[in-house]
């Protein structure tokens, strides 16, 4: 039996129909599975930025921190320079006070005699040489040389040994140092510094530990060299 025009339309509809149904399934298929790789993709995207961004982040607070700590230790060493050199600077004026007192005492006929007869004889003691000079500033010379006149038989009892001194009169020590005296061995190649001077850095030198103590309190984390 033959199929009506009627017939044919209504088949052709009918497989219209099914092909366009499964059209749009495919693209709704399609469509769903491009939103998934979508979505997984911009999750991915974000995830790979959120980890730059917090990597980058995280770098410069490292960054941040480190010039913190590198402004600390600045900060810390400037001012611990600073505590040193007003230390340095108290130091220097107490040794200052201190030549300063010594002069004094060179402008006391007294005791600046028995300090020259003492600073006289340890020269000698020091040297243990049979011929000595003495160097000592013009102003002294008359007390030197009643130091060394003094002196002379102590060191022969104490040594049992003669000692033949000379006062330098063509070379004299600076008027202006506060006093004491040089004493050399017969080529000058030996010498001992007696003078005050020299006493006072050489006593400075020595105590210096006791005298910071005695300034700033015991630290134990200093370790004295001077």
């Known amino acids: 039996?033959?199929?009506?025009?009627?017939?044919?339309?209504?088949?052709?509809?009918?497989?219209?129909?099914?092909?366009?149904?499964?059209?749009?399934?495919?693209?709704?298929?399609?469509?769903?599975?491009?939103?998934?790789?979508?979505?997984?993709?911009?999750?991915?995207?974000?995830?790979?930025?959120?980890?730059?961004?917090?990597?980058?982040?995280?770098?410069?607070?490292?960054?941040?921190e480190q010039h913190k700590k590198i402004q600390m230790s600045n900060l810390m060493n400037q001012a611990r320079l600073k505590v040193l050199k007003a230390r340095d600077d108290m130091i220097k004026d107490l040794l200052n006070e201190a030549r300063q007192r010594l002069g004094e005492i060179a402008k006391d006929p007294?005791?600046?005699?028995?300090?020259?007869?003492?600073?006289?004889?340890?020269?000698?003691?020091?040297?243990?040489?049979?011929?000595?000079?003495?160097?000592?500033?013009?102003?002294?010379?008359?007390?030197?040389?009643?130091?060394?006149?003094?002196?002379?038989?102590?060191?022969?009892?104490?040594?049992k040994s003669n000692i033949d001194v000379r006062i330098d009169q063509g070379r004299f020590l600076p008027a202006e140092i506060c006093g004491g005296v040089e004493v050399y061995n017969d080529n000058g190649k030996i010498k001992v510094s007696?003078?005050?001077?020299?006493?006072?850095?050489?006593?400075a030198h020595q105590m210096m530990p006791e005298i910071r103590v005695n300034l700033f309190g015991a630290?134990?984390?200093?370790?004295?060299?001077?």
């Open 194 to 203: 007696n003078t005050l001077e020299s006493r006072l850095e050489l006593m």
């Open 219 to 226: 630290n134990p984390n200093r370790k004295f060299t001077d």
């Open 1 to 64: 039996m033959a199929l009506t025009d009627a017939d044919v339309q209504k088949q052709i509809k009918h497989m219209m129909a099914f092909i366009e149904q499964e059209a749009n399934e495919k693209v709704e298929e399609i469509d769903a599975k491009a939103e998934e790789e979508f979505n997984i993709e911009k999750g991915r995207l974000v995830q790979t930025q959120r980890v730059k961004i917090m990597e980058y982040y995280e770098k410069k607070e490292k960054q941040i």
């Open 110 to 159: 007294a005791r600046y005699s028995t300090l020259l007869e003492g600073l006289v004889l340890q020269g000698f003691y020091q040297l243990l040489e049979p011929k000595v000079t003495i160097r000592c500033r013009q102003q002294d010379v008359e007390m030197v040389q009643a130091a060394v006149i003094k002196n002379i038989p102590i060191y022969k009892e104490a040594v």
